[in-house]
């Protein structure tokens, strides 16, 4: 029995070395990056609500807790489809976006300020009263106007005004943001979620946006998961997309991504956010763990151990 508690003790110590180990190799990201506001985009599994709702709230805390601003962008594709679904209208796409007309419009008003913003808000606010709810309306956060495709309300943007979030973030609180703009007239438009993500972020000046997906990165050949690349310049992003390397819904993140390097923001990272604690791994860890969108000679050195390959 005694051999059988000092092996169970030996690897408690074990267990115990190694998370200090982890708090070690974050501490330089957490003193360098005290104070940089970093915008979410959330979007994949994490949206659909149960344990991955409750672990990226408590990541985003985690962020406001050790100094950094955070600011959650989401939008909510597949809640708007299966509203749709329940309430008999059926969906119809074009090139992948969603043909939005007044009833479609009302949906995605309705789930996304009213559903997912709100649980998002709630979950977080579990752990500490931080998180304040927007929609794009709310404001003249987002200023939209309509698509250039024929697509109803859907939108794009024209203008972001900070204010709102500049004084919630100066009061220590997390904005969280619903992708509903509108333009002069008041007439409400749904936009891409990573659209309004980049252009939130270029408006604060952002030290980093993250993009949390359903996928593990940029792929250096998009038919080999194996392939996915730690590091890459705007430039190389843009080649990819034209070449078509980049496709599909990785093509506004990637689009979004390139304008807000280029406009001013530190550093864009796609991340796997089926991955448990990616958005920590990859503020907070020396390696990451999904691909960052930097200038050449730029982006995450900690002190302690420079990034040579980030």
Not at 98 to 127: E, F, H, W
Not at 250 to 271: D, E, L, N, R
Not at 275 to 290: I, Q
Request: glycine residues 10%; negative net charge; proline residues 5%.
């Amino acid at each position: 029995m005694h051999w059988v508690e000092s092996v169970s003790r030996r690897t408690d110590v074990a267990q115990a070395s190694q998370r200090a180990a982890v708090l070690v190799e974050a501490l330089p990201w957490m003193r360098r990056f005290q104070g940089a506001v970093v915008v979410v985009k959330q979007g994949g599994a994490s949206v659909a609500g149960g344990a991955a709702l409750s672990d990226f709230a408590e990541d985003v805390v985690l962020l406001a807790s050790v100094g950094l601003r955070p600011v959650v962008v989401h939008g909510g594709g597949p809640q708007i489809g299966d509203w749709m679904h329940r309430l008999g209208k059926e969906a119809v796409f074009v090139d992948g976006m969603r043909v939005t007309d007044s009833d479609t419009l009302d949906i995605a008003r309705m789930v996304l300020v009213g559903k997912v913003n709100r649980d998002l808000v709630g979950a977080i606010n579990t752990l500490g009263s931080l998180a304040v709810g927007l929609s794009g309306e709310d404001a003249g956060l987002i200023r939209a106007s309509a698509h250039p495709a024929d697509l109803g309300f859907v939108g794009q943007v024209e203008a972001v005004d900070p204010a709102i979030l500049q004084r919630l973030i100066a009061q220590g609180l997390i904005p969280v943001v619903a992708t509903i703009g509108s333009d002069d007239s008041g007439q409400a438009y749904n936009i891409n979620a990573d659209l309004v993500a980049g252009a939130i972020a270029t408006s604060l000046a952002a030290d980093k946006l993250v993009f949390l997906t359903d996928v593990e990165g940029i792929r250096a050949d998009p038919s080999d998961p194996a392939s996915v690349m730690q590091r890459c310049s705007p430039a190389q992003a843009e080649a990819m997309v034209a070449n078509g390397a980049v496709r599909g819904g990785m093509v506004p993140k990637v689009t979004a991504a390139v304008h807000a390097v280029t406009h001013g923001v530190g550093s864009v990272h796609i991340v796997d956010g089926r991955l448990p604690r990616a958005l920590l791994l990859e503020v907070f860890t020396d390696e990451g763990v999904g691909t960052m969108i930097a200038e050449p000679n730029t982006g995450q050195q900690a002190p302690s151990q420079p990034r040579a390959s980030r």
